[in-house]
């Protein structure tokens, strides 16, 4: 099946050429149990290698003129849309994911990397007035060095051109490594963007044991920045370690996203934005709606809206036509879920829909949860501070506007919030008072490339997309001048 279109995945690429390894690791489909690849398990000697070739490249990558970076990068997003029905089919099997999610996630992909050839080509520097007539001052922006990426499985593909893209647009040289869940789709990336002919060093692509990679990394000093997005728990350890050589960082972490559903909003509207955020990629995303915080006049006919879209969600395997819901990545993410919900029903909370595993049947092989509407939450269950990360929805109601406000921001996290209102006024408030790095309101739509995504507190540093994310993989220099 289309997984075979990309041969056996055993490869990394270093210096622009593939090498393989005895020792390997399966990748197996969340939905089927099956192994469907098996890729290096690389350690230290391959990050080391992976650094030197970025390393060795950076000088030249560094140097080319913008317009010559960004020929490759829309070669690399053409060759991306070119591909996009054997990349999704990829991307649903090995993650998941329902086939239309993992088609809009690719051409999500493709758009990044295109959208960073042409940002590529606007990194200006400026001039200042200076302090006296024969002096000059101008500033420069230069790309910071070797860049290591390290990316999720929730979104395979999407973070992988979110970090390599601007990186190689501003010149960087990167080195990147996926998760040993999803590590298929980087790898037909890779292969894809070495089809265009990139200078050998200048991306780097290694797979194998994370904290031996990450750690060579972190340790060595010719890597000048790390861009990672996974847990606040490992992105804080890179961080510790980042410091060691004073490296550049963003860190795009977990998230717990309000959705404050107030008593004017329209209720269809809301209830079908919060049904299509709360349960795309199975409830596996960090800007995912997490608690959703009713005004108490609609919290009835708020929840019965919401049960009535969820019920009609088809779970099922992602590469089948009509699945809306795929499984959760993997048994322990299961367990976690299941957890949380249990902990909310023991203390209390209704089960309007779902509320356990789905084991039997077609599911039985796979690690599937039921679609999941609770209500009677409150702030003393463990799923009101953790993110749930699955296919969860959890309605807590609330009576006033600065009660609630001060509720959300309470989290130790600040990605995403999400309100719904038709009050301008409150729509400005409320969006000043939370703390949290991206606000939707009335809608829940946030990820495009022209944006910065990101978040505050403990969900990260530094914002990905728009002229924003560029600038993460830029310094600034600062040129004095005096004319002789
Ligand atoms: P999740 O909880 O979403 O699986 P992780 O933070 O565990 O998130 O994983 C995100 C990425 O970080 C993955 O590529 C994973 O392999 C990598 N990773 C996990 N542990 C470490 C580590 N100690 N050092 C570097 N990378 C790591």
Not at 146 to 166: Q, S
């Amino acid at each position: 099946m289309s997984v075979k279109k990309w041969g056996n995945f055993n490869r990394y690429w270093i210096n622009g050429e593939k090498g393989t390894l005895n020792q390997t690791i399966e990748v197996i489909n969340p939905a089927t149990g099956q192994v469907i690849g098996k890729v290096p398990c690389g350690g230290e000697e391959l990050a080391h290698h992976a650094v030197e070739a970025a390393w060795k490249a950076f000088p030249d990558w560094a140097g080319r003129p913008a317009k010559e970076r960004s020929v490759y990068l829309q070669a690399w997003a053409d060759k991306i849309l070119n591909h996009r029905t054997e990349l999704a089919a990829l991307l649903s099997v090995e993650q998941g994911k329902p086939i239309a999610e993992a088609r809009g996630e690719i051409e999500g992909a493709a758009e990044f990397v295109a959208w960073y050839a042409e940002e590529a080509k606007r990194v200006y520097g400026e001039i200042i007035p200076a302090s006296r007539p024969n002096q000059r001052i101008s500033v420069l922006r230069q790309p910071v060095g070797v860049a290591a990426l390290i990316t999720p499985w929730n979104y395979p593909a999407a973070m992988v051109t979110r970090k390599a893209a601007p990186a190689l647009a501003a010149g960087c040289t990167v080195v990147l490594k996926p998760a040993k869940e999803t590590p298929l789709i980087a790898i037909a990336l890779f292969d894809l963007l070495m089809e265009t002919g990139l200078p050998g060093g200048a991306a780097n692509l290694v797979t194998g044991e994370a904290s031996k990679i990450g750690n060579a990394w972190m340790a060595d000093e010719r890597v000048r920045k790390i861009s990672f997005t996974g847990s606040t728990e490992v992105g804080k350890k890179l961080m510790r370690r980042a410091a060691y050589h004073v490296k550049r960082v963003s860190l795009e972490l977990g998230g717990n996203a309000p959705a404050i559903v107030f008593a004017d909003a329209d209720p269809d509207q809301a209830a079908a934005a919060i049904v299509d955020n709360k349960f795309e990629n199975c409830g596996q995303m960090c800007n995912g709606i997490n608690l959703i915080y009713a005004h108490q006049e609609i919290a009835q006919s708020l929840s019965e809206k919401i049960v009535e879209r969820a019920r009609q969600l088809k779970v099922g395997d992602g590469s089948e036509q009509g699945t809306q819901v795929g499984p959760l990545i993997n048994e322990s993410a299961r367990k976690k879920v299941d957890s949380l919900v249990q902990d909310a029903i023991a203390k209390g909370a209704q089960v309007l829909l779902g509320g356990h595993a789905l084991t039997d049947g077609v599911y039985q092989h796979g690690t599937f949860y039921a679609p999941t509407v609770l209500t009677g939450v409150d702030d003393g269950m463990n799923l009101t501070k953790e993110e749930v990360f699955g296919p969860v929805a959890p309605i807590l109601s609330f009576a006033n506007e600065d009660e609630v406000v001060k509720r959300c921001n309470q989290t130790r996290y600040g990605l995403a919030a999400y309100l719904f209102t038709r009050d301008l006024g409150r729509v400005h408030r409320v969006s000043e008072a939370l703390e949290f790095g991206m606000i939707g309101v009335n809608g829940t739509s946030l990820s495009v490339p022209q944006a910065p995504f990101g978040g505050m507190k403990e969900s990260g540093i530094g914002r990905e997309g728009g002229h924003h994310g560029l600038e993460e993989f830029l310094e600034l220099k600062y040129i004095s001048m005096v004319l002789n």
